[in-house]
């Protein structure tokens, strides 16, 4: 089973290669600096984004886990009180 997922991944590659170096068209162009900074910031803007929504999450996934623990404790105190009475 893994020899034909590597063996998969092998073709893949492959032929991303043989297709990159096929088709490409070679482009006699400058770009600007300016340019790649404007780039460079929407990549930045787009991982704080994407790190700010999992923190969100996270802390909305820790607090229901909270919950869930505070009322199974709570459960198991109120039937710990019951059998001692």
Do not use: W
């Not at 600096?33 to 999450?57: E, F, L």
Request: proline share 1%.
């Amino acid at each position: 089973m893994r020899r034909k997922k590597g063996l998969a991944v092998l073709k893949f590659m492959y032929f991303f290669t043989c297709f990159f170096f096929l088709l490409s068209n070679h482009a006699h162009a400058y770009i600007d600096p300016s340019a790649v900074t404007y780039v460079i910031q929407a990549v930045a803007g787009v991982c704080i984004a994407v790190g700010a929504a999992c923190t969100v999450y996270r802390h909305k996934i820790a607090k229901f886990f909270r919950k869930m623990k505070k009322k199974h404790s709570k459960k198991q105190h109120n039937k710990e009180k019951e059998s001692d009475e």
